[in-house]
């Protein structure tokens, strides 16, 4: 499409004046993109209709459509090109950049958040541990630009569907090492697993659950745990996991993790995993609605770590109404409407859900629930009212029942 090169052509001759020093390549790609309002002068339905039309397209990256539903690209330059990212329904993990550039909302608009990562130890190449660090989020909207970089680390999750991305971006930038994936509470991932036995080992581990005893598999994935590194022992687990369903299924390899890593490593490893099904189960959740409102609130669920922080992405989106109940509000419609693993029609756990949403500190939601009902009967009920808390604690929803910090992870 001319409208692409032209923008393609303005980035070459910036990035050429600049002696093609990738340093200077976030700023110029950002300029372009700002300069050429292309938001304005064209469409995603009109990049749809010229691939399916044409007969020629630029050479196409990530063909496996990895980053993408699909990635189209749109102009190749010198060591940089240009591509329009079309997205349906996979939210983004939170990850960092191998490369440099900018990306622009092209259609539809989307919730960024922004982290950081503090490592502690582990390999630079495949696994590191330590803390994920919630940065700060923002609704991003159809022109908006963000600038590209290593130290870029944020996840996005798009509203509309189908949402489009235009990036202006170079190749794997020289030096800068992994693309990491990183995941709450503290892991940072290569999820480009390219160690040809690692691979295979891994594979050969996911056809032993699919096909032997329970009992062969787990002895088997013992073994593969004790002689190790962090790496592959989390790969295993991930593995088992979502094979078993449970840690309680999966308790000897488990055990094989802390004979070999110890239990603060397991214990970050464990707390990985169980972020991650919340986030599918999240993921899930959005995918059952079609209404912005709902899938914004589900979009929040992803990344979004506490209620102080959607309280502010409420505000921000309804500036006509109280966060605090506007965000109670569009809670329990969604868990209403959706299946997410929440019963609001039974009225106390009806009661309870709002409470969590009120409180300020772990255990204070008896306190808000003895407004609702009466103290003697909340007294009467508390073994119950917790562990019904408890359960809740673990659906999609946990994020809006931390007021500010970070949950302590469980132990072994």
């Known amino acids: 499409m001319r409208i692409f090169a032209e923008l393609g052509k303005a980035v070459q001759r910036e990035y050429k004046r600049a002696q093609f020093a990738v340093r200077h390549f976030p700023k110029i790609a950002a300029e372009a993109l700002q300069k050429a309002r292309i938001v304005e002068r064209t469409s995603s339905n009109e990049v749809v209709e010229w691939v399916l039309k044409t007969s020629t397209l630029p050479p196409q990256n990530d063909l496996?459509?990895?980053?993408?539903?699909?990635?189209?690209?749109?102009?190749?330059?010198?060591?940089?090109?240009?591509?329009?990212?079309?997205?349906?329904?996979?939210?983004t993990t939170v990850h960092g950049h191998g490369f440099s550039g900018a990306f622009q909302a092209f259609s539809g608009s989307r919730l960024q958040t922004r982290h950081h990562?503090?490592?502690?130890?582990?390999?630079?190449?495949?696994?590191?541990?330590?803390?994920?660090?919630?940065?700060?989020?923002?609704?991003?909207?159809?022109?908006?630009?963000?600038?590209?970089?290593?130290?870029?680390?944020?996840?996005?999750?798009?509203?509309?569907?189908?949402?489009?991305?235009?990036?202006?971006?170079?190749?794997s930038d020289q030096n800068v090492g992994p693309q990491f994936d990183y995941r709450a509470p503290g892991l940072a991932i290569d999820p480009f697993l390219t160690n040809e036995i690692k691979l295979r080992q891994i594979q050969t581990l996911?056809?032993?659950?699919?096909?032997?005893p329970p009992t062969q598999a787990l002895s088997r994935a013992c073994e593969l745990?004790?002689?190790?590194?962090?790496?592959?022992?989390?790969?295993?687990?991930?593995?088992?996991?979502?094979?078993?369903?449970?840690?309680?299924?999966?308790?000897?390899?488990?055990?094989?993790?802390?004979?070999?890593?110890?239990?603060n490593t397991t214990r970050t490893l464990l707390a990985t995993l169980r972020e991650d099904r919340r986030l599918r189960a999240a993921a899930a959740v959005r995918r059952q609605t079609a209404n912005l409102d709902e899938r914004f609130v589900a979009a929040i669920l992803h990344h979004v770590p506490h209620r102080k922080a959607a309280l502010e992405l409420i505000k921000?989106?309804?500036?006509?109404?109280?966060?605090?109940?506007?965000?109670?509000?569009?809670?329990?419609?969604?868990?209403?409407?959706?299946?997410?693993?929440?019963?609001?029609?039974?009225?106390?756990?009806?009661?309870?859900?709002?409470?969590?949403?009120?409180?300020?500190?772990?255990?204070?939601?008896?306190?808000?629930?003895?407004?609702?009902?009466?103290p003697a009967e909340v007294q009467a009920g508390r073994t119950t009212l917790l562990k019904l808390s408890k359960a809740l604690d673990e659906t999609v929803f946990a994020p809006l029942f931390r007021a500010t910090e970070q949950p302590p992870m469980e132990s072994l």
């Open 316 to 374: 921000a989106r309804f500036p006509k109404r109280k966060e605090a109940l506007a965000l109670e509000q569009l809670a329990v419609k969604l868990a209403s409407s959706v299946r997410c693993g929440v019963n609001l029609t039974d009225p106390v756990t009806a009661a309870l859900f709002k409470a969590k949403l009120r409180t300020q500190s772990p255990g204070d939601e008896l306190r808000v629930l003895a407004r609702v009902f009466s």
């Open 64 to 91: 496996a459509e990895s980053f993408g539903e699909p990635p189209i690209t749109v102009y190749r330059g010198e060591h940089f090109h240009i591509e329009v990212l079309f997205w349906v329904d996979i939210p």
């Open 225 to 263: 745990i004790a002689r190790s590194d962090e790496d592959t022992s989390f790969r295993a687990l991930e593995l088992l996991h979502s094979h078993f369903g449970t840690f309680e299924n999966m308790k000897s390899a488990v055990q094989a993790c802390i004979a070999k890593h110890g239990e």
């Open 206 to 212: 996911r056809l032993l659950c699919r096909t032997a």
């Open 117 to 171: 990562f503090e490592a502690a130890f582990g390999s630079p190449q495949t696994l590191l541990l330590g803390n994920l660090h919630f940065d700060g989020a923002e609704c991003l909207h159809p022109g908006d630009v963000v600038e590209i970089s290593p130290a870029l680390v944020h996840s996005v999750v798009h509203l509309e569907q189908p949402s489009a991305t235009l990036v202006v971006r170079t190749g």
